[in-house]
């Protein structure tokens, strides 16, 4: 009964961080801010156009579906072909960029004397083709678009594209052939209104996922913020290297600069909601009669650990494990390691939970011990509630004494419960995070580990294994009847909670508590066998 209370104080801990992650939805207030700042002489916010399907570049590649506005040179759409919009619906895919009936799109300029987006409306480049497609057996596709000013500079506009890659580089070249010296500005800028992407409807127990703007302080490489929070404070900051980005359920997009460029990373929150997150380069100079060249990245595509760490240093804090993330990366990478060989995230994730048990054992060990010893106890704390039961302080007392003479820790059952909670919720953030557990079947009825069980047979599975866990420990004398019959409900309890959590979580728990009663009956048996040899 001590391993309940555990149990109780595990299951408080849990509900408590999880009404507050609820909690922490933030509803702030909301304030007009200047539409246009200016930042070094020019403006730094790409201005918005109308965008009309005859001006759209459509490129196909392995991996996504993306649209290029030739007014500006602005990546307007992207569609990834691998990741479905619903669980069952292969025609309908996870559509990032938008620009139809929202507003999510890349930017990028060159701000300067003569410059393509230093006019009204902004240049409108010529290109050779409106579709590309990465050819069978190609590994590299680029599309080039150019267009000239009325001085003869020329700037050409790239896009390069990789097969199997969510990296698109950008890269500006400019070719003065006037007699003057020119000087530019690069700016990249990720713009998105607040519409919903029906894509974090399915969160557990009010945990919502966070949409919002990220980048790389210098000092600790990661840091989100809120559209409440940009109203309040905008980003202001000056760096080398890094990387901006917008952040929504299991997907992201960043820009990302040549790391040793200094970097100047601003914010805009419109009137309407509407949120940018840009950055601008230092000045360019491209003298007379000579060229040079300007590139960035961007990243469009999943949160998947291996890319975003090879995308740009710090990228990879995106996936977002919260304060347990010392828990949570160990637990992702060991689940990708066991599923690279069994090629499904269930029997990844029970193969996770042995080797966590493994490692506990030691104290689950001791905590068994001890269950089995105040088992041996009971007919003796029995004695000492009918002697003393009137007497609490004394009881108390020979309570103690007894627990000294025996070796016995009745509070021994604690300690491993309460290490179980930053593995939970560790677990918990890795299921919430983890864009491979998206849509990841395990077995029959469950396709889906990262939602909840839709007949509800693991919770139920993981009710009664408490339930057994429950009947296998020892009563204890000293607790009051009210006090019993709560501790009896706790599987009852912990079952409608586990209602709402993501298969997967509760497939942990459920496996946990298997192991934990075989571990158990193991340990009492060892112990009763040592007894008996003892009293002969």
């Given amino acids: 009964m001590e391993s309940m209370r555990g149990f109780f104080i595990l299951g408080f801990a849990i509900c408590t961080f999880l009404l507050y992650q609820a909690w922490q939805k933030d509803y702030g207030p909301q304030s007009q801010q200047q539409e246009v700042n200016e930042q070094f002489g020019q403006k730094d916010a790409v201005v918005d156009s109308e965008i009309k399907s005859s001006n759209l570049i459509e490129v ?50 060159l701000l300067g004397n003569g410059a393509p987006d230093n006019q009204l409306p902004r240049a409108t480049y ?13 590994n590299e596709l680029e599309i080039p678009l150019t267009w000239v000013n009325e001085d003869g500079v020329e700037f ?27 000087t530019y500005n690069f700016v990249a800028e990720l713009i998105r209104d607040q519409k919903p992407t029906g894509l974090e409807e399915k969160s557990s127990f009010g945990m919502s996922p966070f949409i919002g703007v990220a980048y790389s302080p210098e000092e600790r490489k990661y840091e989100k913020m809120s559209v409440e929070d940009l109203v309040e404070e905008p980003i202001n900051v000056t760096r080398q290297g890094g990387w901006i980005g917008y952040l929504q359920h299991y997907f992201i997009s960043a820009w990302i600069p040549e790391q040793q460029e200094q970097i100047k990373v601003t914010t805009t929150v419109k009137s309407n909601q509407d949120t940018v997150i840009r950055f601008i380069q230092p000045t360019v100079s491209v003298p007379a009669q000579s060229e040079s060249v300007i590139n960035a990245t961007l990243y469009v595509g999943p949160k998947i650990l291996k890319r975003l760490e090879a995308a740009a240093p710090g990228l990879e804090k995106s996936l977002d494990l919260s304060w347990v993330w010392w828990i949570g990366l160990p637990l992702y990478k060991l689940m990708q390691f066991f599923f690279s060989f069994v090629g499904n995230w269930g029997l990844a994730i029970i193969l996770v939970t042995l080797v966590v048990k493994a490692l506990l054992y030691p104290l689950s060990a001791a905590q068994y011990r001890s269950m089995a010893n105040m088992r041996k106890l009971a007919p003796k704390m029995q004695q000492l509630k009918e002697r003393y039961g009137e007497d609490k302080q004394r009881m108390q007392q020979e309570m103690m004494k007894m627990y000294k003479d025996e070796g016995a820790n009745p509070f021994g059952g604690c300690l491993p419960m309460i290490l179980q909670f ?17 849509h990841a079947p395990f ?94």
């Fill in 60 to 109: 196909v590649t392995d991996v996504f579906k993306v649209k290029i506005d030739r007014v500006g040179g602005d990546v307007v759409y992207a569609e990834l072909n691998d990741y479905n919009r619903e669980l069952d619906s292969e025609k309908e895919k996870v559509v990032l960029f938008d620009y139809r009936d929202r507003l999510y799109q890349a930017k990028s300029a």
């Fill in 126 to 138: 010529q290109v050779k083709q409106n579709a590309y497609q990465l050819a069978d057996g190609k």
């Fill in 156 to 182: 050409t506009k790239t896009f390069k594209f990789k097969r199997d890659d969510y990296e698109i580089g950008v890269e500006y070249k400019v070719k003065n052939q006037s007699s003057n010296d020119r």
């Fill in 422 to 438: 930053p593995i939970f919720i560790a677990l918990y953030y890795v299921l919430f995070e983890a864009v491979e557990l998206r």
């Fill in 443 to 536: 077995v029959a009825w469950i396709q889906d580990l990262s939602v909840a069980d839709p007949y509800f047979v693991l919770p139920l599975l993981m009710g009664g294994s408490m339930w057994l866990m429950q009947k296998l420990q020892p009563q204890s004398p000293t607790m009051d009847p009210m006090q019993q019959k709560i501790m009896s409900y706790l599987p009852i309890v912990f079952t409608v909670f586990m209602l709402f959590f993501p298969a997967g979580l509760v497939l942990y728990w459920l496996c946990n508590n298997l192991i934990s009663v075989a571990q158990q009956q193991y340990i009492t048996k060892k112990i009763e066998k040592q007894h008996a040899a003892k009293s002969k």
